[in-house]
């Protein structure tokens, strides 16, 4: 069936070091987005792409949709402690209906 | 944005006994609202597809005696655990959208963590 995998499942970095992760769709998506959930919260919300090779960025965060549209990746730089939390992308699957979610990416940043 | 609401946050039952989460989207109409589970440190896992005035969706795998769904208005959904165990145990979210399709934002619930003992 459809997937979405994303890599890594952990990342820990220092505060002010940049931090990127990664995802990719076992299929064409229309489009792709991008979650975060903070710790013993529920996700909220960052942005969607939906242009080959789409990039947009949201302050320290830069997102990035692939040529052919079955990846994505997510950037921030110089992270922040606020910015610790759990990054999902997801994308529609075949029937557009439904919303895959990949195993995001959780980050921790070290003071 | 629109907001999700869900109720309660927190919820302990014994084993045997049922518990209902709703889910009820404020300030929107909803025609379509999904539950997710979460187990810790893991993914969303969609586990069925709520629809308003019909029988909800179930994903492949998911009980859907176990887990009642019941959608009987545009701004409220819920989900029923019944007779829950141990397993059952988990963080269970709720989302909707503004849109039918999935190329729109999806607004989650605060989610419901579940203990059974």
């Known amino acids: 069936g459809q997937q979405v995998m994303q890599i890594p499942q952990y990342q820990h970095v220092q505060e002010g070091e940049d931090f990127t992760t990664y995802c990719n769709s076992s299929?064409?998506?229309?489009?792709i987005q991008w979650y975060k959930q903070r710790p013993g919260g529920h996700p909220v919300f960052l942005i969607q792409?939906?242009?080959?090779?789409e990039v947009k960025k949201q302050k320290r965060l830069t997102f990035q949709f692939g040529e052919a549209k079955k990846n994505s990746s997510l950037h921030i730089t110089a992270t922040q402690t606020t910015d610790v939390g759990t990054y999902f992308c997801?994308?529609?699957?075949?029937?557009?209906?439904?919303?895959?979610f990949g195993a995001g990416t959780r980050l921790f940043v070290k003071a | 944005g629109a907001v999700v609401s869900q109720h309660p946050s927190r919820v302990i039952c014994k084993s045997g006994t049922s518990v209902k989460i709703e889910c009820r989207s404020l300030?929107?109409?909803?025609?379509?609202m999904f539950w997710y589970r979460q187990f810790p440190k893991q993914s969303l896992m969609l586990m069925a597809t709520?629809?308003?005035?019909?029988?909800?969706?179930?994903e492949q795998g998911v009980e859907k005696d176990k887990f009642l769904i019941n959608h009987a208005s545009l701004t409220l959904s819920t989900l029923t655990v019944t007779s829950a165990h141990p397993e059952d145990s988990s963080f269970y979210i709720c989302?909707?959208?503004?849109?039918?399709?999935?190329?729109?934002?999806?607004?989650f619930g605060q989610g419901t963590r579940l203990t059974v003992v």
């Open positions: 997801a994308g529609p699957d075949t029937g557009g209906f439904k919303t895959i």
């Open positions: 709520s629809n308003e005035g019909s029988k909800a969706t179930y």
């Open positions: 299929t064409t998506l229309s489009n």
């Open positions: 792409l939906v242009k080959s090779g």
């Open positions: 989302s909707a959208r503004l849109g039918g399709q999935a190329n729109t934002e999806a607004f």
């Open positions: 300030d929107f109409q909803a025609t379509t």
